[in-house]
């Protein structure tokens, strides 16, 4: 496929290097997972919080909505607004917003100041994500740019290898507010790296809103179907997994350690397919997606028919996990491929789109287990996702089937 015609230069270069620019992508990777533990611990905590709160628990995952929402807007918004600021500056202050969210999480007396606090941190996670997401090309050579990419999105994966199920568990013993607090101190650590190992970061030129209009508007359609395919793969499994608490716990009767454990399980998996599908999706990336939407639409049938025994619940979750783990990297590289020339900008549509489905999967997942039951949940998250797997199918042929180009980028931000 022909990439979208190139938006003008925003990306001063920046010469990559060995050492300090593999510290850098880790700086990025601790901060992507100090979002990603923020946004998603409610859905291990949803139950204690909804208790605690005096709200039933689909009103309590207004605490996954709303963030969501928020970043969804803050993505593209931050793009176009922080003008030429350094880009290490300006992940340093959305990192101080994110741990002032999580202080405020964790003292909060009411939904509506907890609310409050996530709208901060769905500032802030929409904001970092879309300029992180496409540094990696001015982080370490060319031919590294897909490792690096892998690397940066696992703090997605390790975000439900480490953080939801440890904040389970810490909120077992300690309540669920001091998850938040130590999602806060992670951030703190975070905001260390990025001050000490992310370079300088300049940009020649800011980026207008224009430029995100002419690459979602396109010709080739290559960035529009990017976001149909992300809206459609993340609101399906955020349709389900936002309730997966609830549903492991009615459906087969798992103690809240047992869950916890379930979701070790899940992040376990996920940070495995997450390098399976950055490593496969650089030169397969259409396949990559195809199998994931198929394996995705699959667990919600198998959960929905044969996992009603913790046993059973297992095995599915855990390929859920595998599944799901390759959606973040597998989603960006796409947007890398079809938009070579523009990796801030398309980065920031897709990071819009992502926690767009984010916000969409939790408020139909609620919708569906408030007016159903939790295979009612199992089914729409099965129907979205399968419209993805036939969108993938249907439009098979017009997918990007070369990886990024190999030589070194000039100015693609």
Known sequence: MSPEPSSPPVAARTA????????AVGALTLGIFALMTTELLP???LTPMARDLGIEEARAGLTVTVPGIVAAVSAPLTATVIGRLDRRLVLAGLLVLLIAGNVVTAVG???TAVLAARVAIGAAIGGFWAVAGGLAPRLVPARHVGRATAVIFSGVSAASVVGVPLGTLLAEAHGWRLPFGAAGLLGLIALAGVLAAVPSLPVERSLRPADLGGLL???DGGVRLGVILTLLLVAGHFTAYTFVRPLLHEETGMTATAVGGALLLFGVAGLV???IAGTLGADHVRGVLWT???TLALTMLLFSTV?????AALLVVGLWGLAYGGVSVGLQTWMLTVAPQSAEPATSLFVAAFNAAIALGALLGGLALTMTNPTGVLALAGILLAAALLLLTARGPALPRT???RGRPRHRE
């Open 16 to 23: 990559p290097g060995g050492a300090r620019g593999w510290s």
């Open 43 to 45: 859905v291990g905590l």
């Open 109 to 111: 007396p009411s939904l």
């Open 217 to 219: 508007l396109g010709r």
């Open 273 to 275: 397919g997450n390098f």
């Open 292 to 294: 994931i939407a198929a």
């Open 307 to 311: 996992g009603h025994t913790p046993w």
């Open 403 to 405: 990886s990024p180009p």
